[in-house]
């Protein structure tokens, strides 16, 4: 799903920038149907859209304003997730605790000012040309085909890191609240996409 919600960012951010009659053919048919996708998912949460006020108000307060955040009920997009201008969270995080919240949001935001698209449109236009690949979905299968699991797991970190800069800056920075989310609902061990949670504590500079 990760590498999905990247590409996702690329091409759409790609539109916005002006750069559509820049592209290739097959790169603009490949956006197309990726902001299709990205439109049909954002309609789905938001008609399971329910009220966080409090998610909201972290937001606010975060000044996470070119965004529109949708929480929705026992998400199957995971506790948090990012499409373009769009941050999805589970419901569930409203009743947490505003650092909690706070990090959960700023962590996926991260992941869209790091610029990490830039690195991952790269590597999926790479390996569709070498494979001769036109069609836009077998475009996107090469993402899970050929995992970048370096790469993705620095990703991940550069959002943390992010996350913290930005709850450090406005009050919201809590080591404890931060080591409970990563013992409880972020909890995992290494995948192709994560680092391993206490491996994200540490390079946090908090206790795993």
Do not use: C
């Amino acid at each position: 799903m990760r590498y999905f919600l990247t590409f996702v960012l690329a091409f759409v951010s790609l539109f916005s920038a002006h750069a559509e009659d820049q592209l290739p053919s097959r790169h603009q048919h490949l956006a197309t149907h990726i902001a299709d996708a990205t439109s049909s998912l954002t309609k789905e949460a938001l008609s399971r859209a329910l009220p966080a006020p409090r998610v909201a108000a972290v937001a606010e307060r975060l000044r996470l304003l070119d965004v529109k955040i949708i929480a929705v009920a026992d998400s199957p997009w995971g506790l948090g997730a990012y499409y373009p201008g769009v941050i999805i969270v589970d419901s569930h995080l409203n009743d947490e605790t505003a650092e909690v919240i706070a990090f959960v949001l700023a962590h996926e935001y991260g992941h869209h000012i790091a610029g990490h698209w830039k690195v991952e449109m790269g590597r999926a236009l790479a390996l569709s040309q070498d494979k001769g690949i036109e069609d836009p979905a077998q475009m996107l299968e090469l993402l899970g085909e050929h995992p970048a699991q370096a790469q993705s797991h620095k990703h991940e970190f550069e959002a943390d890191a992010i996350a913290k800069q930005l709850l450090v800056y406005n009050n919201l920075w809590s080591p404890s609240e931060t080591q409970r989310l990563f013992k409880t609902a972020l909890k995992r061990h290494e995948t192709l996409s994560h680092p391993a949670s206490d491996a994200r504590l540490e390079a946090l500079h908090v206790q795993p």
